[in-house]
C-alpha cells in the first residue's frame, strides 16, 4: 500500500468513526428536543429550561452508559493511527 492509500483509509476510517460518535447522542437528543417541543406547543409553554434540562440529563445518562463504547472506538482509531505512523514515515 502506499502512503496515500493508507492516509486516504485512516480518513475515512476517522470520519466514520466521527460519524457513529455524534449519531449515537445527536440523533437520541434530536427525538427529544422534538418531543419536547410538540409537548410545548401543545401546552402552551415556553420555558426554555423545560427544553434544556431533559436534553442535559440525556447526554449525562448517554456519556454513563455508552461512554465505554465511544472510548472504545476512540481509543481502536488512536491505536491504529498511531500504529501506522512507523509506515508512513518511511
Given at each position: 500500500?502506499?502512503?496515500?492509500?493508507?492516509?486516504?483509509?485512516?480518513?475515512?476510517?476517522?470520519?466514520?468513526?466521527t460519524?457513529?460518535?455524534?449519531?449515537?447522542?445527536?440523533?437520541?437528543?434530536?427525538?427529544?428536543?422534538?418531543?419536547?417541543?410538540?409537548?410545548?406547543?401543545?401546552?402552551?409553554?415556553?420555558?426554555?429550561?423545560?427544553?434544556?434540562?431533559?436534553?442535559?440529563?440525556?447526554?449525562?445518562?448517554?456519556?454513563?452508559?455508552?461512554?465505554?463504547?465511544?472510548?472504545?472506538?476512540?481509543?481502536?482509531?488512536?491505536?491504529?493511527?498511531?500504529?501506522?505512523?512507523?509506515?508512513?514515515?518511511?
Open positions: 500500500m502506499t502512503n496515500d492509500i493508507l492516509i486516504f483509509d485512516t480518513i475515512k476510517m476517522a470520519m466514520s468513526v460519524g457513529s460518535i455524534s449519531t449515537m447522542v445527536l440523533v437520541p437528543l434530536l427525538v427529544i428536543g422534538l418531543i419536547i417541543a410538540v409537548f410545548q406547543a401543545a401546552t402552551q409553554i415556553n420555558e426554555a429550561s423545560l427544553s434544556f434540562i431533559p436534553k442535559l440529563i440525556f447526554i449525562f445518562f448517554a456519556v454513563l452508559f455508552m461512554g465505554d463504547m465511544l472510548l472504545e472506538q476512540l481509543s481502536e482509531l488512536f491505536r491504529y493511527v498511531f500504529g501506522l505512523i512507523p509506515s508512513i514515515a518511511k
